[in-house]
């Protein structure tokens, strides 16, 4: 029966093309997202050479940088205000084949950004030494943790800029020169770290505030490098035409798409630091469990923010054609793949945690308590999967309201269920962990439902 008016069903011919469209839109959506997935295995990596080289320093060296990344990363959520807006943006005027538009929106990009930066700059300096103090750092301590910041804070302007190019690659679905950039600060960084924090020669020995150099130099490659490349391929304008004034005229819609990311990101990295505190009541076993149960989470977490990136492009570039076909096949092909992923980790969590957290720290205590965050939380790990990836096809439409709405207060609530579990339900450290896991399933669930409603209303998801 062919596909008319009247038929119930698509013809044999239309299911065939159908599973062709899927299988490209499969293979489109693993080009995107594998590099991108490599590329912050290698952020995490960067990470670690970082660690490694302090380590060597002493442990308040150690905790004073760990103290100084929560504050960055706090930071970094707030860039999602432009990094969201410009890559959702830039999709969608690519797929609309807007040209023009999509070189101003880089430009008020830009701008934005280092407004940002500025107040941003202004509030860790007038601030200073106070943010560690509240953090309850001692004397010995807190000079590693603010001589490292200092130097972050200093070299804000030219670190946003570079992440802010990463997410211009990506928008344009450049995500494999996005990860070979990466790779290449990456082996700059592993010879800078010891070069710099030891010192050499003529080179004076630096400590933490060398390992900030390093990293700041290599985000000052990055942004070069990352500049040549959208200049070679004429996806940016001349740096003359950059720094001129700007019109504003697409400053709304910037702040509007990404302003809801940021603050469901920055939401996430301060409750962390809440429910660390509640733990700390029963031992630090039960902290250091989290950090490392953390750990072994961020290798399915990182699958799945490459999994959103890629969809962002995919669904911003399909939304900028108004080709609903195309969005809809990306969601099923990518809630397909990331559900074939994600199940057999959390059979691995599950099935397996006491190994897995015996591979990070021999120490039994901790391996009960970790093995039974990693337990807990593998029965909704696919449902973390959800919530990311959803938040990537809401970002590719350019509306995030939705899973704000969703999120924030489902994050924010872990706070008062993991006391309440803990404490008046008795369940100790257990109860944080379900507080986690179930506020996971609840906002996993939760964007589906709020996607299946919007995709109701395909004409409002394509409004300017």
Not at 223 to 230: I, K
Request: hydrophobic share 55%; proline share 4%.
């Amino acid at each position: 029966m062919s596909w008319t008016e009247g038929s119930l069903r698509p013809s044999n011919g239309a299911k065939e093309f159908g599973i062709k469209s899927s299988i490209e839109s499969l293979r489109e959506l693993l080009r995107l997202a594998l590099p991108t997935i490599f590329g912050f295995m290698a952020f995490i990596l960067f990470e670690a050479v970082d660690i490694y080289w302090i380590g060597r320093l002493n442990v308040h060296a150690v905790t004073g940088v760990a103290s100084a990344s929560f504050y960055q990363w706090v930071i970094f959520s707030i860039m999602e205000i432009t990094l969201t807006g410009v890559i959702s943006i830039v999709a969608h005027l690519l797929g609309a084949g807007e040209v023009r538009q999509r070189f101003e929106v880089i430009r008020e990009s830009i701008w934005i950004s280092l407004l940002i930066c500025f107040f941003l700059m202004m509030g860790a300096i007038s601030l200073g030494d106070r943010l560690f103090v509240w953090m309850g750092l001692d004397e010995l301590t807190l000079p590693y943790a603010s001589d490292y910041f200092k130097i972050f804070v200093v070299g804000l302007p030219i670190t946003y800029l570079n992440v802010l190019m990463m997410s211009i690659l990506n928008g344009y679905g450049k995500t494999s020169i996005n990860s070979m950039i990466l790779l290449l600060t990456l082996v700059l960084n592993m010879a800078l770290d010891p070069l710099l924090i030891f010192g050499y020669g003529s080179i004076p020995a630096m400590g933490v505030s060398g390992a900030a150099c390093a990293t700041l130099f290599c985000h000052f490659v990055g942004t070069c490098a990352r500049y040549m490349v959208l200049r070679r391929f004429k996806m940016i304008d001349s740096l003359r035409l950059l720094i001129r004034p700007t019109r504003w005229i697409h400053f709304r819609r910037i702040v509007s798409i990404g302003l809801p990311s940021a603050l469901t990101n920055v939401t996430w990295n301060i409750i962390f630091p809440v429910l660390a505190l509640i733990l700390s009541d029963f031992g630090m076993p039960t902290v250091a469990a989290l950090n490392l149960g953390q750990r072994w989470e961020g290798f399915p977490y990182v699958i799945a923010l490459g999994m959103s990136i890629a969809v962002t492009t995919l669904v911003g570039q399909a939304s900028g054609r108004k080709d609903f076909g195309a969005i809809q096949r990306v969601v099923n092909v990518s809630l397909m793949f990331i559900s074939v992923v994600f199940l057999p980790i959390s059979g691995l969590f599950i099935f397996f945690p006491d190994f897995l957290i015996g591979i990070l720290n021999p120490d039994s205590e901790i391996i009960h308590h970790g093995a039974t965050y990693l337990r807990i939380v593998g029965y909704f790990e696919l449902f973390l999967g959800w919530e990311i990836l959803f938040e990537g096809i809401f970002n590719g439409l350019g509306k995030t309201r939705p899973y704000m709405w969703v999120r924030v207060p489902l994050t924010l609530a872990r706070v008062p269920l993991a006391l309440f579990l803990a404490y008046p339900m008795g369940l100790g450290a257990n109860g944080v962990w379900w507080a986690i896991t179930l506020s996971t399933l609840l906002k996993g669930i939760g964007v589906a439902l709020v996607y299946l409603f919007q995709r109701r209303h395909w004409p409002l998801a394509f409004r300017s």
